[in-house]
């Protein structure tokens, strides 16, 4: 087996020839223990072909799974502080909402008062125009008679 690298518009991939002689094309491995996981393999595998494999990517050792397992701890950690963060935010924009809540419906009762007031003496003062005709009319009338 002989592996080489090849440029190709500046990408670099690898390949390798076989033992049929044949360049091993890259392939990805879908299986549940290597997802994703890019292999070369001689193009002929199953048909009478050579067998040829070989992993186009290393295997990580422990310390990098570890290192690599750490780092997501680490991140996991971060998002779980800036979800307090944000927790902590909501919480304290609902409290001031409450306020405003409870401060516009102090308002509206306020005003709602005061629009009743003035409803009261609104009616009153009809009244005292009414009232005020009334004796205008009769003034007059008397006038009339007298």
């Not at 020839?17 to 879908?30: D, K, L, M």
């Not at 800036?82 to 509206?108: F, Q």
């Not at 005061?114 to 009616?123: F, I, P, T």
């Amino acid at each position: 087996m002989s592996s080489n690298s090849n440029s190709n518009s500046g990408s670099s991939c690898s390949y390798a020839t076989c033992f049929c002689g044949e360049v091993a094309p890259t392939r990805v491995s879908w299986t549940t223990r290597n997802p994703g996981r890019r292999f070369l393999g001689c193009k002929n595998f199953g048909n009478n072909g050579c067998n040829f494999f070989d992993w186009v990517d290393k295997e990580k050792s422990v310390d990098e799974e570890m290192q690599d397992n750490h780092n997501k701890m680490r991140a996991i950690h971060r998002q779980k502080e800036d979800w307090r963060a944000v927790a902590e935010g909501v919480k304290e924009l609902n409290a001031h909402l409450s306020k405003h809540v409870e401060s516009e419906r102090k308002n509206r009762e306020e005003l709602q008062r005061k629009y009743e007031q003035c409803n009261k003496a609104l009616k009153c003062a009809r009244s005292r125009v009414y009232l005020l005709m009334l004796l205008l009319a009769l003034s007059v009338i008397c006038n009339l008679f007298y």
